[in-house]
Nanobody, 116 residues
Framework: QVHFVESGGGSVQVGGSLTLSCTASGSRFGIHTMGWYRQAPGKQRHMVAT???????NYADSVEGRFFISRDNAKNEVSLEMNSLKPEDTAVYYC??????????WGQGTQVTVSS
């Protein structure tokens, strides 16, 4: 069973910044990819950013240039620095891991609210 510890969510004004952090433990097959997904009320969950074990990153078009993902493989920790936040960034953000084998896992989620 994979256990997640997520932190860093909260409320911020438009143009502000937040950093989300997540530590995952318990994956039997290590962790190939870590990242963040988000889900706004009434909408589907979408990928925000991911980073592979080899530091290859992938960003949603909507956050490219504003959000930056990083990872510490030794700690199984992933962070998401979010800058120039917009109201449309408001969502529940879920930490995500993809083991080298098997199905992916999501954390319990942390709320990010951007207000004008």
């Amino acid at each position: 069973q994979v256990h997640f510890v997520e932190s860093g969510g909260g409320s911020v004004q438009v143009g502000g910044s937040l950093t989300l952090s997540c530590t995952a433990s318990g994956s039997r097959f290590g962790i190939h990819t870590m990242g963040w997904y988000r889900q706004a009320p009434g909408k589907q969950r979408h990928m925000v950013a991911t980073i592979s074990h080899y530091a290859r990153t992938n960003y949603a078009d909507s956050v490219e240039g504003r959000f930056f993902i990083s990872r510490d493989n030794a700690k199984n920790e992933v962070s998401l620095e979010m800058n120039s936040l917009k109201p449309e960034d408001t969502a529940v953000y879920y930490c995500y891991i993809e083991p080298f084998q098997g199905s992916p896992y999501w954390g319990q989620g942390t709320q990010v609210t951007v207000s004008s």
